[in-house]
């Protein structure tokens, strides 16, 4: 597709489940970031990946949040246990170099924990 | 100490005016700048893109970066109704690879 792909747009879970957000990057775009904003906030950066690997995921704020880049493409951002804290809207965002080139923002999956 | 602050506003500016929005960071290693535009329950955009010192210009916006100063800045000309969103100032950090967002500024274009 021409710009970045998330689904779901939107996903209301209850306290404790597991949910699972994806994301399609640019094609030809190797870096993928994973931002959490919250209301009145700016984006929170979580995990950014390179490639395949997870070149820097000190955003993530506990070990409820993991993600994953197995092909070097589509993104999956895993949350166990889910918390009423983790409501937010969970952005995903590509750029073709990590850094240097702006970062293009999908749509955006709004997670709601009951 | 925030890695990079804005005022939150709401700055009200009437229609036809200059608006000026002011970001500071605190990463002195910091070396690529962004401004991005929010609408309400939209994704950021990217509006100006600044990687030296001095002024970029592109139509009506104009980023100014002074990293002596560890500052950044985003001027809007003859503002419009429709510039009225978030504006986020966003810096590379930790070693470069790491865009870390502002808060974002309020602004408010008034008829």
């Known amino acids: 597709g021409a710009g970045v792909s998330q689904t779901p747009s939107n996903k209301v879970t209850e306290k404790g489940k597991y949910v699972e957000l994806r994301c399609d990057p640019i094609s030809g775009h190797t870096a993928l970031y994973w931002y959490r904003q919250s209301l009145g906030q700016g984006p929170e950066f979580l995990i950014y990946?390179?490639?395949?690997?997870?070149?820097?995921d000190s955003g993530l704020p506990n070990d409820r949040f993991f993600a994953v880049r197995p092909e070097g493409s589509v993104s999956t951002l895993k949350i166990q246990r889910t918390e009423r804290g983790d409501s937010a809207v969970y952005l995903c965002?590509?750029?073709?170099?990590?850094?240097?080139?702006?970062?293009?923002f999908g749509n955006g999956t709004r997670l709601t924990v009951t | 100490q925030k890695e990079v602050e804005q005022n939150s506003g709401p700055l009200s500016v009437p229609e036809g005016a200059i608006a000026s929005l002011n970001c500071t960071y605190s990463d002195r290693g910091s070396q690529s700048f962004f401004w991005y535009r929010q609408y309400s329950g939209k994704s950021p955009e990217l509006i100006m893109s600044i990687y030296s010192n001095g002024d970029k210009e592109d139509g009506r916006f104009t980023a100014q970066l002074n990293k002596a100063s560890q500052y950044v800045s985003l001027l809007i000309r003859d503002s419009q109704p429709s510039d009225s969103a978030t504006y986020l100032c966003a810096v590379t950090t930790g070693g470069g690879n790491k865009l870390t967002f502002g808060t974002g500024t309020q602004l408010k274009v008034e008829l």
């Open positions: 990946f390179q490639g395949t690997g997870a070149a820097d």
């Open positions: 965002a590509s750029s073709p170099t990590a850094g240097v080139s702006p970062l293009h």
